[in-house]
């Protein structure tokens, strides 16, 4: 069946530094790819998306491009702020379902 | 805009004993979803409501789970009788009904049951 696999965490990186957070996918057909991200005690929000390969969705300077020959869809930003520390999901859907990975922790040091 | 509403935050029950969480879906929001967030692993649906009625429920624990959304609005979960593998984070989430491949959910903030 479909499913999502990301890097496990916590991954720790110092404010400023570059993050990448690996999210590889496995699924008939074409899904649609998502990054939601949950900051501590609030519900997971809808962080970027991307409809179909070649696709880059980006938001408050993160990035992630869908790829279609290595079936991933990786989570990247240049510079990351303290702000940033949260739990991060990368997603699926298809045929109006949603998969969602385990999560990855993220913690930033100033 | 508010946002979708969850209660209880938290909740410390005994094994076997009962438990019910509502939600309150964000105003005008057609679908409703339940979703399971055990420790350490990503959202698993539990149960889908379109209006006051179930879409899927494929993966929702028919001998102890239950929920419903009688008039189309908020939602309750129940759990009778609770195992101690039913400690997780219970979240709701809500959706218009124009969203397209659930790209438009809003999650509330979850209600935390510890099973002893």
């Known amino acids: 069946g479909d499913s999502v696999t990301q890097m496990e965490g916590p991954v720790t990186l110092s404010e400023e530094a570059f993050l990448t957070i690996n999210c590889t996918y496995t699924?008939?057909?074409?899904?649609?790819l998502f990054w939601y991200v949950q900051y501590p005690g609030e519900g997971l929000q809808l962080l970027l998306k991307a409809t179909k390969a070649d696709d880059k969705g980006s938001n408050k300077g993160f990035e992630a491009t869908y790829r279609k020959e290595t079936t991933s869809f990786h989570l990247e930003k240049g510079s990351v702020q303290v702000s940033d520390s949260a739990v991060y999901f990368c997603a699926l859907v298809r045929d109006d379902k949603i998969i969602f990975g385990k999560g990855t922790r993220l913690h930033i040091l100033p | 805009e508010a946002g979708v509403a969850q209660s209880p935050r938290y909740k410390i029950i005994e094994k076997r004993q009962s438990v019910a969480f509502w939600c309150n879906p964000i105003?005008?929001?057609?679908?409703l979803y339940w979703y399971q967030q055990i420790l350490g692993q990503g959202p698993k649906l539990l149960i889908q409501?379109?209006?006051?009625?179930?879409?899927?429920d494929s993966q929702l624990p028919k001998d102890r789970f239950s929920a419903e959304r009688l008039k189309g609005v908020d939602s309750t979960l129940k759990i009778q009788p609770a195992k101690l593998e039913d400690s997780a984070v219970y979240l709701c989430?809500?959706?218009?009904?124009?969203?397209?491949?659930?790209?438009?959910?809003?999650f509330g903030s979850g209600t935390q049951l510890s099973v002893l």
């Open positions: 409501f379109q209006n006051n009625g179930v879409v899927d």
């Open positions: 699924a008939t057909g074409y899904p649609s």
């Open positions: 989430a809500s959706s218009p009904a124009w969203a397209v491949y659930n790209e438009k959910l809003f």
């Open positions: 105003s005008g929001h057609a679908t």
